[in-house]
């Protein structure tokens, strides 16, 4: 896609963006809750431990709770999640944010990095 | 009289933490950015800052949506980093100087802001990061902080002109301080980037341009743009700039550009590192 197309026009959504505004933060709550527990070091060791337990002590909606499953980052986002707290999700899985950027564009992490070298 | 020495800019990306702790500095993908800061510890070894006026965003280490506060100054004796979630190092602590941030909170209430005052607060990699760049290595940093957190992760968010202004209330709060220090004001974050959603990977180094192009002389030029539209320029992520635009009204009416690094791409981030003076 051509940075204008990624641009958009003045006033228009912008492209491939959801804004996290007050609607997606009262929707989002309980995910990005539980997301904001796992700077705890003992928290990411209980959802791994036991997921389906630790997202029902939080509880995910039945949407939020399938995002997880299916780590299905835009899922998460469609259901309130902010990316700074979905961040720490990620991170107990090893994923940084080229992995996560490769998982919402649809591409290979490889294409996703050579996606941002190619914009120097 | 205090002194406002200059202020120094630049990206907080937590992968450059990743990079400082294993050393690879010198690597080719991240020497273009590192690059940029002999010149940052050359100016800070000859202006001698003693304090440190720092504005930057939260990332969820200190606030959650439980309690956002668009403005928030940090009042504390001394700041504590601690663990974010994605296994960077605990940072060292940072020393408070709550006599000045009671004086900077006065003049910014005196001025019509609201600000949360914060006794207790946590600073996040926004903070450890951008003081590990200027003072690689050292076992406590050599300036106490004042910390200014602006809300830039849930919408509404405040205007680029309200946080221009919000600057300019602590630039005034600096020249009615009776103390002696050199103070450097801090902005961090940016520029352009967006992590989330289906234009993740998103940087537009045509809008990074302007506003560094505009940062010293014409700073308000980068309040014609509303929120969404800076969105639509810089990216979710990118409209950290909000913090650059807060420092710069800190630093003081006039001001030149002394040194300025670019380099696209540091992590999913154009990253970017600049130095201005009073002028």
Known sequence: ???????GKPG???????LFDGEAARKGYALNAMCYSFNEAANRQAFLADEEGYCARYRLTPGQRRAVAERDVLGMIAAGGNIYYLAKLAGIFGLNVQDVGAMQTGMSVAAFKQMLLDQA | MAEVVGAYFTSHVPSIGGAIHRGAQDDPYWKPFFDGFPRVHEWLAEMKP???????NDHGLNFFLDKMPTFAVGAAEEYHNADEGWGLPVYTSMKGHPALSWHVIEQLVADEFDPVTCQEMLVDHALSIPFELAWPGADQWPVRVVPIGINTVQHPLPSARRCLALGRSVHRALQSWQG??????????GLSHQLDGERAGFMNREYDTFCMDKLAAEPDALTRDSIHEIVRQAGTQGVEVLNWIAARGALGPSAREIHRNYHIPISNTAGATMLLEPA
């Open chain 2, 180 to 189: 002696a220090e050199r103070i450097v004001i801090i902005g961090t974050g």
């Open chain 2, 50 to 56: 003693d304090v440190a006026v720092t504005f930057s």
């Open chain 1, 12 to 18: 228009k959504p912008i492209p491939g963006t959801t």
């Open chain 1, 1 to 7: 896609m051509t940075i204008a197309a990624m641009i």
